[in-house]
């Protein structure tokens, strides 16, 4: 070890997990964890700190003594930059690993119950290309890499970028070139807007001095075929924004939904702005089991629409309905887990925060003839309580999928207090799902866990448990 300009480096130190926010994860010669972001397990290298803390340090490999042989080519021009795919360089199996490991660690290390067999982590059968959702960026002054830095290339033909945020820099934007998330026309039409954009000179968006006419693009792809494009604009020019959409419907006709926003306020979120459907319809449908969810601008749909299939069908499995069963589907988000198990429940209740998710919930279930689902809005821990379920019944299965930050502890407290025959409890974060099933322990015993895999070359896992009353 050595010191250089304040930073340390560690020399010959092996890469021996990965897995915390997508890191690989190496050990000081103090025994401190050191987290790097371009190294996989099994790399041996030599690391300089960008960080120290009192338990930790980040780093970056400096030099690579030997590579992994759970190594793989990365696919991406972009990849190392854009941030969005971590794993790329690691084989797909290897991702499965860790990402069946994590779920393990949590639960055992941090939710400290008794598990039974983990079953092996369902993988996602497209690996590339498997995203029905995309938000780019337009920057008027896009980042530049290293090697477009020390090139003899003229920087100053095209400062403009369509494309993604810079990891942990909200105003740097990448322009990409090819992205393997999302089928194809997504490419082409990312490539055809910016081109255009710049062929009439459109000003593209300058975060900082809050500037320009173009700010972001939507594009949402679904099974059914049908694709919607919602360009977001800054400045109010009609005649420029009608340009750009007549070209969007001209050039390409399969876009079935073609909408703008113009948003002038400090942050790009839409919720809270009037969608202008400018062609064709203001929503798109997407299918599963023969049910189609009408998706329009602000709904949320989950971004891997053939492995959703797959995590809604271990759901139904795990909560074993027989037909019989009054169901409360706890954050139902758009109703559609509510409607997917809704033919073989007697009723199912769906409890939703957003209201424009209810209101497309309610939609969906009437335009799919649904008949046995009824949807309420509001705040989880102030809409379930006593006077909801004295007017709602008494559920045999409460199905729950909460956001990163697990259940509300009121919310945990109701379920027990409730205490249905089972729990079938969904979550993208198994850290806070570990917390709210330690809370639970006392009354439930966790009988099925099932890893499901819906983002192939990132660190993200989802897990779905089974809890059975003791």
């Known amino acids: 070890m050595r010191r250089k300009n304040k930073r340390q ?4 130190v092996e890469i021996v997990d990965a897995g915390a926010k997508g890191k690989a994860v190496g050990k000081a010669p103090d025994g401190r964890v050191i987290f790097l972001n371009n190294a996989v397990p099994g790399d041996v290298v030599d690391v ?8 930790y340090f980040e780093g970056k490999a400096t030099v690579f003594h030997k590579l992994s042989e759970k190594r793989t080519t990365s696919v991406c021009d972009h990849f190392g930059v854009c941030g969005g795919c971590k794993w790329q360089n690691m084989g797909y199996e290897h991702q499965l690993f860790f990402k069946q490991k994590e779920v393990e660690n949590n639960l055992k290390r941090l939710g400290k119950i008794e598990l039974p067999e983990i079953t092996p982590i369902l993988g996602s059968a497209k690996q590339y290309f498997y ?10 002054s896009r980042w530049l890499t290293e090697e477009e830095i020390n090139s003899n290339i003229n920087l100053d033909d095209d400062k403009n970028a369509l494309g993604f945020h810079i990891p942990g820099m909200w105003d740097k934007i990448l322009d990409i070139k090819k992205c393997h998330l999302q089928e194809d026309p997504s490419n082409l039409i990312r490539l055809a807007v910016k081109h255009f954009a710049n062929k009439h000179n459109f000003d593209f968006f300058n975060a900082r001095n809050q500037t320009g006419l173009l700010r972001t693009m939507m594009i949402r792809t679904a099974s059914t075929g049908e694709i919607m494009v919602l360009v977001q604009f800054f400045d109010d020019d009609k005649i420029k924004r009608e340009l750009l959409l007549d070209f969007l419907k001209q050039e390409f006709p399969v876009i079935t939904s ?3 926003v113009v948003n002038q306020k400090g942050n790009d979120t839409i919720y809270d702005q009037e969608v202008i459907c400018y062609a064709g319809r203001d929503h798109i449908f997407e299918e599963m089991e023969g049910l189609k969810f ?13 492995q959703a299939y797959e995590l809604y069908k271990v759901t139904r499995d795990f909560a074993g309905l027989t037909g019989n069963e009054l169901v409360y589907d706890l954050y139902t988000g758009t109703g559609t887990i509510a409607q997917f198990v809704a033919k073989k429940a007697k009723k199912v209740v769906g409890v939703e925060a957003v209201p424009e998710a209810i209101a497309d919930a309610k939609a969906n279930a009437a335009f799919n003839e649904i008949n046995n689902t009824v949807f309420y809005a509001g705040d989880m821990k102030n809409v379930f309580n006593e006077r909801f379920i004295a007017e709602n019944g008494f559920p045999n299965v409460i199905i729950t999928d909460p956001p990163r930050d697990g259940m509300h502890k009121d919310v945990v407290q109701q379920i027990l207090n409730i205490a249905p025959e089972k729990v079938v409890y969904v979550s993208c974060n198994s850290a806070t799902q570990a917390r709210d099933l330690a809370l639970m322990d006392e009354i439930y015993k966790v009988t099925k866990v099932q890893p499901v895999d819906m983002f192939p070359q990132t660190h993200h896992v989802e897990n779905v448990v089974l809890l059975e009353k003791r």
């Open 9 to 12: 480096i560690f020399e010959q």
């Open 48 to 55: 300089q700190t960008t960080k120290k803390r009192s338990a």
């Open 131 to 140: 995203r029905n959702k995309m938000e780019f960026s337009f920057s008027d």
């Open 258 to 260: 073609l909408q703008y």
């Open 294 to 306: 009408k998706i329009n601008a602000k709904s949320f749909y989950q971004t891997n629409s053939a």
